[in-house]
């Protein structure tokens, strides 16, 4: 059993703040890795040579700035997709805590994984369009921006190819929590001690196992979905999908066909090779902003370690501490004697 644990000294805002830059640090850090990984997915020209001959290609054709295509689409769906994520995820675990607000480990994943879902059918259309601009020739584009694409998808398309290949994604979602939860209870077997005894390193390591095992095993969802995002009749070479299909069961037939089994796992390379350093930077960035936040919120000394200020109660909401502050300031102002008014 567990408990849901979150630091009451930060804002809701504040959180969500420093979740959006680390992630936008960590997707612009680690964005060749994931454009490659969509280039394989695809299946397009770039990738016959391997991957470090894709990356020579991309470059020597397009430019370096090439590797960064798509990016700030999925910056930008950040927000919009943390902040209903983060509000599906509370309601719930509200829902499924028991009368004494515990909740199961199995159960923390489940309301993980369909909070996840949630938000990924809401922004879904950024995701097309990121792998749109990704798979495009961007000295010849077909689209000239996130906007652009959206407005010319949506009219030469319909609105349904803002959401084709949602159903993979949907279905990976299950392979994932597996994967997340099959790890997860294997921990304290692994490092034979319990769970809520792990230093923020045995934390960090079990992240990145859990999510190169949950990633692998919905990886051929994940490759689907790809190849149905790229397929379009309006797209030069129709997108570069190496394969053709009509829908997601046939693309899984025509991808084991023509490519193999192992087709569908095209690309897990750079997606496994970005964990750590995603990871890495997403965590240190977070806990640098949470403490620039809670520095600012006057419970630590200095944004660059976490020693406590002191005689500042820690149990205090940023509101209430701010109150007291004042209040205390006002209790110790001298009053202003009759004469002087």
Not at 29 to 36: C, D, Q
Not at 239 to 256: K, Y
Request: hydrophobic share 40%.
């Amino acid at each position: 059993m567990a408990t849901l644990r979150r630091d009451g000294r930060v804002t809701a805002l504040q959180r969500l703040g420093c979740a959006g830059l680390a992630g936008a640090l960590s997707l612009s850090l680690t964005a060749p890795l994931e454009l490659l990984t969509v280039l394989a997915q695809v299946g397009t020209w770039h990738c016959r040579r391997g991957l470090r001959g894709a990356g020579r290609s991309l470059c020597r054709t397009e430019g370096v700035r090439a590797l960064w295509k798509g990016n700030l689409t999925a910056c930008l769906r950040l927000c919009p997709y943390s902040a209903l994520q983060l509000a599906a995820s509370r309601r719930l675990v509200a829902l499924f805590m028991d009368e004494l607000g515990h909740i199961s480990h199995w159960r923390a994943i489940m309301a993980g994984s369909l909070a996840g879902m949630v938000a990924t059918i809401v922004t879904y259309p950024t995701d097309v369009i990121k792998t749109r601009l990704i798979v495009q020739n961007r000295l010849e584009p077909s689209y000239e921006g996130i906007l652009h694409a959206f407005y010319k998808i949506y009219h030469q398309e319909g609105l349904r190819a803002l959401y084709r290949g949602v159903s993979p994604a949907i279905l990976g979602a299950v392979p994932f929590s597996a994967g997340s939860f099959f790890v997860y209870i294997s921990l304290d077997k692994i490092w034979q001690e319990p769970i809520v005894s792990f230093t923020p390193l045995q934390n960090f390591t079990n992240g990145c196992v859990a999510a190169a095992v949950a990633q692998t095993l919905s990886f051929p969802f994940e490759t689907v979905k790809r190849k149905m995002q790229a397929q379009s009749p309006w797209l030069p070479h129709y997108g570069g999908v190496d394969v053709h299909f009509t829908g997601m069961a046939d693309c899984f037939r025509q991808t084991v066909k023509n490519k193999g089994v192992l087709g569908l796992w095209s690309g897990l390379t750079p997606s496994l090779l970005k964990i750590v350093p995603y990871f890495g930077v997403m965590f240190s960035t977070f806990e640098f902003c949470k403490r620039v936040c809670l520095y600012r919120n006057g419970y630590i000394e200095s944004p660059l370690n976490y020693k406590l200020t002191p005689g500042v109660d820690q149990s205090l909401h940023p509101q209430e501490l701010r109150e007291l502050k004042l209040l205390r300031r006002e209790n110790f102002e001298p009053r202003k004697s009759a004469l002087e008014n």
